[in-house]
């Protein structure tokens, strides 16, 4: 299971190799790429699946819903696509995304959903706070995946 994950991460970093920097398109791709391989706890009470992204901007939000629009599903479950303008405004939604870049305080993000089942990837944060954490190591897009504080939410890594 782990493996598969690993290869999968491989792969997307080989593919990325020539890419020196994430876009809103690539962020939205490796976005849903990576909730594919998680399961939440709360899962089967799961109606429609929401992707939040943490940014007082729309451009990643607009790229989350074209790829929603392509994928439809995750985990046979609709997708529906929101943006929050402040850390305090988090609220129903399984996986937020948030970028460094934008200033957002990353303890303040844990603090806000911890224990309420939300996935939260990120991008450019220091090693190990995060879930999921996009980064640029050498010119090249890598990706840290802390299985600790996922499993420390309830969350699995599946095959």
Same mark, same amino acid.
């Given at each position: 299971?782990?493996?598969?994950?690993?290869?999968?991460?491989?792969?997307?970093?080989?593919?990325?190799?020539?890419?020196?920097?994430? $876009?809103?398109?690539? =962020?939205?791709?490796?976005?849903?790429?990576?909730?594919?391989?998680?399961?939440?706890?709360?899962?089967?009470?799961?109606?429609?699946?929401?992707?939040?992204?943490? $940014?007082?901007?729309?451009?990643?939000?607009?790229?989350?819903?074209?790829?929603? %629009?392509?994928?439809?599903?995750?985990?046979?479950?609709?997708?529906?696509?929101? =943006?929050?303008?402040? *850390?305090?405004?988090?609220?129903?939604?399984?996986?937020?995304?948030?970028?460094?870049?934008?200033?957002? $305080? *990353? $303890?303040? *993000?844990?603090?806000?959903?911890?224990?309420?089942?939300?996935?939260? %990837?990120?991008?450019?944060?220091?090693?190990?706070?995060?879930?999921?954490?996009?980064?640029?190591?050498?010119?090249?897009? =890598?990706?840290?995946?802390?299985?600790?504080?996922?499993?420390?939410?309830?969350?699995?890594?599946?095959?």
């Amino acid at each position: 299971m782990k493996l598969l994950l690993v290869i999968f991460l491989l792969f997307v970093g080989l593919f990325a190799k020539s890419q020196q920097k994430f $876009d809103d398109k690539s =962020r939205a791709i490796f976005i849903f790429d990576i909730v594919k391989y998680i399961t939440w706890a709360n899962e089967a009470s799961i109606d429609t699946f929401c992707v939040g992204v943490l $940014d007082e901007k729309n451009s990643l939000e607009e790229e989350l819903k074209k790829v929603a %629009a392509i994928r439809l599903q995750v985990h046979k479950k609709p997708i529906k696509v929101i =943006r929050f303008q402040s *850390i305090e405004s988090i609220d129903n939604c399984n996986t937020i995304f948030a970028n460094n870049e934008n200033g957002y $305080d *990353i $303890d303040k *993000i844990l603090k806000r959903i911890k224990g309420k089942n939300i996935l939260l %990837a990120t991008e450019n944060y220091s090693f190990h706070k995060s879930m999921v954490n996009f980064i640029i190591v050498n010119n090249i897009q =890598r990706y840290e995946i802390n299985e600790p504080k996922l499993l420390e939410e309830g969350f699995k890594i599946y095959d």
